[in-house]
C-alpha cells in the first residue's frame, strides 16, 4: 500500500510538473505575440528571437573575398559597373554569374573560351562581338571550376586547370555544318602532380607538349596524352606566371625573382622528346616579375614588375651562341594591387598593363602612356588579352568580359607607317601600303572622336 501511494504522488507530481511547464511557454509566447508589431503578428514560430547582427566599424572589415554581402552593400555602384560604359568599350560578354579567372582565343578566331568561379566554361563566337547579341555554347563542369583554360592548336578541343582537383582536363568540342558548335565531352583527364596552386597552362602550337605551372616552382610538360616528359624547377622561390612561346619553342616563368627564365624544349630529328634546356633570362628589374607576354611571332617580350616598371625586349636573339636579350624599351605604371597582368599587341607596338580594376595602354615605340581606363570592374581584372589580329583588348573580372577597342594600336600604326615612309628604298606598291594604313587609322580615329595623339 505504501509503495502504491509513494506511486501516484510520484506521477501526480510529474503531471504537474508539465502542467507548469506548457503554462509558462503559453504564457511567453502570448507575452511575445502582442509585443511584436501588428503587421508580424500571426508568424510567430518560437519564443526565441535570432541574435541581432553586430555591427563591423568601416575601419575593421574582415578581409574576406568570400564574404556574403548585403543586398544593400553598394548597389549603386554594382549595377553601374553592370552598366558600364566607355568610349573606347564596344560590348560586354555577359553570362557568367562570378568572377571570370581566365579566357583564350582559339587557334582559328572564330571562338573565345572563358571559364569563372561559376563551375562554367562559355565558348564564345567571337564574329557575334559586334552584335548586341553575342552568341555562346555553355558548359556546366561538375562539383569544381576552372582557373584556366586554353585551346587547343586545331581549335578542335579545349583544356582547364580544374581548382579543387588540381588538374588536367581535356574536353572535346564537336562542331555543326555551319561551324558553331554542337556539344562538349570529356576526353581525357590527368593525373594530380602537385598539391600547390597551378599559376598556368598552355598546349604548344606544334601540338608536342602541354604544360602546367604550380606556383611553388614546379612546371611540368606533358605529351597530349598526359605522360609526363619532364619536371622544371623554376627556382623563382614563388611562381607568378608561366606559358609557352606563341612559336611552340619556349616554356618560360617569372615569379618573386626579378628575372624571367626561358627554357628550350628541344626534340630529336625524329620528333621524339629530348630535353628542356635553360635558353636565356630577362633581366633589369629589381624586384618580382608578376606577368610577362610574347608578341605574335615570339620575337619580343615584355615584362611587368613590382617595382613599378614595365620593359619590352628584343629575343630574336642566338642565345646558344651567348647572346642576351636587348632591352628596347621601358617604362614606368602606377601599382594598384599587389599584382598585374599584362598582354602585348600582336605586332609588338601596344603593351596593356592591368593593375586593380584599371587598365593601361602603353606604346612600345615612344614609351609614353597614350591612355588609362579605370575602374572597370568592381574588383580586380583578372586577365587581359589581344585578339589575333590587334584589333581589341579583352579584360576579365567580376561577371563580365570587356572588350575594348585597341586605340591605341590605330595610333602606333600611324606612327610606324610614317616612320617607314621617311626609309628610303620603299617601292611604289609599299608606299601606297603604308599610306592607305594611315589613313585608315585616322578615319578609324576621327569615327570615334579619338585625336591623333593621346595621352593619360
Avoid at 556539344?183 to 602537385?194: E, G, H, L, P
Avoid at 602550337?205 to 619536371?231: E, H, P, R, T, W
Avoid at 579583352?394 to 575594348?404: A, D, N, P, Y
Wanted: net charge positive; glycine share 6%; aromatic share 10%.
Amino acid at each position: 500500500m505504501v509503495e502504491f501511494v509513494s506511486a501516484v504522488t510520484e506521477l501526480l507530481s510529474q503531471k504537474v510538473t508539465i502542467f507548469i511547464g506548457a503554462f509558462v511557454l503559453v504564457l511567453v509566447i502570448v507575452i511575445n505575440f502582442f509585443r511584436l508589431p501588428k503587421q508580424k503578428r500571426g508568424k510567430v514560430q518560437s519564443p526565441v528571437r535570432d541574435p541581432l547582427p553586430v555591427k563591423v566599424p568601416s575601419d575593421h572589415v574582415p578581409n574576406n573575398k568570400h564574404k556574403k554581402k548585403q543586398p544593400n552593400e553598394k548597389w549603386s555602384q554594382k549595377l553601374s559597373k553592370q552598366n558600364y560604359t566607355h568610349q573606347w568599350m564596344m560590348t560586354s560578354l555577359k553570362g557568367h554569374t562570378a568572377q571570370v579567372n581566365d579566357m583564350d582565343f582559339s587557334s582559328n578566331g572564330k571562338y573565345l573560351a572563358t571559364c569563372a568561379e561559376d563551375r562554367v566554361v562559355f565558348i564564345w563566337s567571337t564574329k557575334d562581338f559586334i552584335n548586341k547579341d553575342h552568341k555562346y555554347m555553355r558548359f556546366n563542369i561538375d562539383f569544381d571550376h576552372a582557373s584556366h583554360v586554353c585551346w587547343s592548336p586545331d581549335s578542335k578541343a579545349f583544356v582547364i586547370n580544374k581548382v579543387i582537383e588540381n588538374n588536367l582536363e581535356v574536353y572535346k568540342v564537336t562542331r555543326k555544318a555551319d561551324g558553331w558548335v554542337s556539344s562538349v565531352t570529356k576526353a581525357k583527364t590527368f593525373a594530380k602532380q602537385y598539391e600547390e596552386e597551378t599559376i598556368g597552362i598552355g598546349i604548344a602550337i606544334n601540338g608536342k607538349f602541354m604544360m602546367s605551372c604550380s606556383s611553388k616552382n614546379q612546371m611540368i610538360l606533358y605529351d597530349l596524352k598526359g605522360s609526363v616528359l619532364a619536371k622544371v624547377d623554376t627556382y623563382l622561390i614563388n611562381t607568378f606566371s608561366a606559358k609557352i612561346s606563341p612559336c611552340g619553342r619556349f616554356v618560360a616563368a617569372s615569379g618573386f625573382a626579378p628575372d624571367v627564365k626561358v627554357w628550350e624544349v628541344q626534340y630529336n630529328k625524329s620528333g621524339e622528346f629530348k630535353q628542356v634546356k635553360r635558353a636565356y633570362e630577362l633581366k633589369g628589374h629589381t624586384a618580382g616579375v608578376y606577368d610577362f607576354s610574347f608578341n605574335a611571332d615570339s620575337t619580343r617580350m615584355a615584362t611587368v614588375s613590382k617595382d613599378g616598371t614595365w620593359k619590352v625586349f628584343d629575343i630574336k636573339i642566338e642565345f646558344e651562341k651567348g647572346e642576351d636579350p636587348h632591352l628596347l624599351k621601358t617604362g614606368s605604371y602606377k601599382n594598384l594591387s599587389n599584382s598585374a597582368h599584362l598582354a602585348l599587341s600582336p605586332n609588338g607596338e601596344v603593351l596593356a598593363i592591368a593593375t586593380g580594376s584599371s587598365l593601361y595602354f602603353f606604346s612600345t615605340i615612344t614609351g609614353d602612356c597614350d591612355k588609362t581606363i579605370s575602374n572597370i570592374y568592381n574588383g580586380n581584372i583578372t586577365k587581359v588579352l589581344f585578339d589575333s589580329a590587334g584589333d581589341y583588348v579583352l579584360t576579365s573580372g567580376e561577371k563580365h568580359v570587356r572588350v575594348f577597342h585597341n586605340v591605341t594600336g590605330y595610333r602606333t600604326t600611324i606612327a610606324s607607317a610614317r616612320q617607314k615612309l621617311k626609309m628610303s628604298g620603299n617601292s611604289a606598291a609599299t608606299k601606297e601600303r603604308l599610306e592607305n594604313m594611315i589613313k585608315n587609322a585616322e578615319i578609324f580615329l576621327a569615327k570615334i572622336g579619338e585625336p591623333l595623339r593621346g595621352g593619360g
